[in-house]
């Protein structure tokens, strides 16, 4: 309840895009979790034909994410919401019906390019219509695109019970909803003519020592989640010798995630500037890397995944409430595109580095992911002790939800 009265408290446009990354992550997690078990098991796909088919999705939305959000600039972040939109059921649908390589590469492709263009547009579109409540807003998006993330694998196995088509013709269903609520309820926002062209736009963003300074430092945070998909349900697997303890893992973080993330951004945002709390994230979820080495078992490791949760509730509001304010509003989503860009490329470097220390020493993908928290955490506190961070205009006092009369 305390969460649905601050819903109310923003703009529409701010409403209905929290919805849609609830209903994005749904579909999202309802298909892609059981994707590789489908290409392998249902139609003989050989190992080097999957990774093909998920490099390709990542790939192509990883790689992408910089045109998005210049698309977003340029043509208006509605539009490329719903174009978005439209392009993962395309995907989806195709992943459904594809039986040969060659469509399956395409429903990839057309699945990636579609996350490259709406990712960066919603946040644009949040971070606009937001204001000066950037933080409340990109915390309460994160409270509802993981209870997408917990719904989306939960459906997909009653689904799988029937067959891959159902979950894929669901999850293609659920983006065509989507794309047919945006065209008809999100409102238009002009767009102001560019005065030069996008290459020009791109060297603007990419000259931007400072911004470039703040992303490199941040994407740890970005790497060290995808560690909730690689290392932690591994650790929780080895631990117990039970597949279901993967569940456990992404259930610990849900509930963390659903019951403080509000009350953590909310309190911390009246107690300093959004940069101040930036390094405390990262060092907080690197102690989430050293708890499993320090307490064996399940409990080490559901205690790391909590930790994680909170250097990353901690820090990841005030991560994208301060991306805009490095640069003019005209470039919004160009900036969220690169920001994307360097984080997706830290994290398939992190995640390749930790898969590699998984074969050698016990300690050793631990320890990398905790270094690479400290990392993260000491340039960001560098580039706040330096000035090198912007100062974007103050949250209006407001009391909480439950203090509301």
Request: hydrophobic share 55%.
């Given at each position: 309840?305390?969460?649905?009265?601050?819903?109310?408290?923003?703009?529409?446009?701010?409403?209905?895009?929290?919805?849609?990354?609830?209903?994005?992550?749904?579909?999202?997690?309802?298909?892609?979790?059981?994707?590789?078990?489908?290409?392998?098991?249902?139609?003989?796909?050989?190992?080097?034909?999957?990774?093909?088919?998920?490099?390709?999705?990542?790939?192509?939305?990883?790689?992408?994410?910089?045109?998005?959000?210049?698309?977003?600039?340029?043509?208006?972040?509605?539009?490329?919401?719903?174009?978005?939109?439209?392009?993962?059921?395309?995907?989806?649908?195709?992943?459904?019906?594809?039986?040969?390589?060659?469509?399956?590469?395409?429903?990839?492709?057309?699945?990636?390019?579609?996350?490259?263009?709406?990712?960066?547009?919603?946040?644009?579109?949040?971070?606009?219509?937001?204001?000066?409540?950037?933080?409340?807003?990109?915390?309460?998006?994160?409270?509802?695109?993981?209870?997408?993330?917990?719904?989306?694998?939960?459906?997909?196995?009653?689904?799988?019970?029937?067959?891959?088509?159902?979950?894929?013709?669901?999850?293609?269903?659920?983006?065509?909803?989507?794309?047919?609520?945006?065209?008809?309820?999100?409102?238009?926002?002009?767009?102001?003519?560019?005065?030069?062209?996008?290459?020009?736009?791109?060297?603007?963003?990419?000259?931007?020592?400072?911004?470039?300074?703040?992303?490199?430092?941040?994407?740890?945070?970005?790497?060290?989640?995808?560690?909730?998909?690689?290392?932690?349900?591994?650790?929780?697997?080895?631990?117990?010798?039970?597949?279901?303890?993967?569940?456990?893992?992404?259930?610990?973080?849900?509930?963390?995630?659903?019951?403080?993330?509000?009350?953590?951004?909310?309190?911390?945002?009246?107690?300093?500037?959004?940069?101040?709390?930036l390094p405390a994230?990262?060092?907080?979820?690197?102690?989430?890397?050293?708890?499993?080495?320090?307490?064996?078992?399940?409990?080490?490791?559901l205690g790391g995944?909590?930790?994680?949760?909170?250097?990353?509730?901690?820090?990841?509001?005030?991560?994208?409430?301060?991306?805009?304010a490095f640069g003019?509003?005209?470039?919004?989503?160009?900036?969220?595109?690169?920001?994307?860009?360097?984080?997706?490329?830290?994290?398939?470097?992190?995640?390749?580095?930790?898969?590699?220390?998984?074969?050698?020493?016990?300690?050793?993908?631990?320890?990398?992911?905790?270094?690479?928290?400290?990392?993260?955490?000491?340039?960001?506190?560098?580039?706040?002790?330096?000035?090198?961070?912007?100062?974007?205009?103050?949250?209006?006092?407001?009391?909480?939800?439950?203090?509301?009369?």
């Open positions: 309840m305390r969460t649905l009265r601050l819903v109310r408290t923003f703009p529409l446009p701010v409403r209905l895009l929290l919805v849609n990354q609830l209903g994005v992550n749904t579909g999202f997690y309802l298909l892609i979790p059981y994707l590789a078990g489908h290409l392998r098991r249902d139609l003989g796909l050989s190992a080097l034909a999957v990774g093909a088919v998920l490099g390709l999705r990542n790939l192509s939305q990883q790689g992408l994410f910089i045109l998005g959000g210049s698309a977003a600039d340029r043509l208006g972040a509605r539009r490329v919401i719903i174009a978005g939109c439209a392009l993962r059921t395309a995907g989806f649908g195709l992943f459904a019906f594809g039986g040969s390589l060659n469509l399956l590469l395409a429903a990839s492709v057309l699945s990636g390019l579609a996350g490259a263009l709406f990712n960066p547009a919603v946040r644009s579109y949040v971070a606009h219509e937001a204001a000066g409540r950037k933080a409340e807003a990109f915390a309460l998006f994160n409270v509802f695109a993981t209870t997408g993330a917990l719904a989306g694998p939960l459906l997909g196995t009653v689904l799988l019970l029937a067959d891959f088509r159902a979950a894929a013709l669901t999850a293609a269903g659920i983006f065509a909803v989507l794309t047919a609520a945006q065209a008809a309820a999100l409102p238009e926002r002009a767009v102001p003519a560019p005065p030069r062209g996008v290459l020009a736009d791109w060297r603007e963003v990419a000259g931007d020592r400072r911004f470039l300074a703040f992303a490199f430092a941040a994407a740890g945070l970005f790497a060290m989640e995808n560690q909730l998909y690689l290392l932690l349900p591994d650790a929780a697997r080895r631990a117990t010798g039970w597949e279901g303890a993967v569940g456990l893992v992404f259930l610990t973080g849900t509930l963390a995630n659903l019951t403080l993330q509000l009350r953590l951004t909310t309190r911390l945002q009246r107690h300093g500037p959004p940069a101040r709390w994230g990262p060092a907080v979820a690197a102690g989430g890397f050293l708890l499993p080495l320090a307490v064996p078992g399940l409990p080490g490791v995944v909590l930790l994680l949760q909170l250097g990353l509730m901690t820090a990841q509001p005030f991560v994208l409430a301060l991306i805009p003019r509003p005209a470039l919004t989503g160009t900036y969220y595109g690169l920001y994307y860009v360097v984080a997706g490329c830290a994290a398939a470097l992190a995640n390749t580095a930790v898969g590699r220390a998984m074969d050698g020493a016990a300690a050793a993908p631990w320890l990398l992911c905790a270094g690479l928290g400290l990392g993260s955490s000491a340039a960001l506190a560098r580039l706040y002790r330096t000035g090198r961070l912007p100062v974007p205009a103050p949250a209006p006092t407001r009391p909480l939800p439950s203090e509301a009369r």
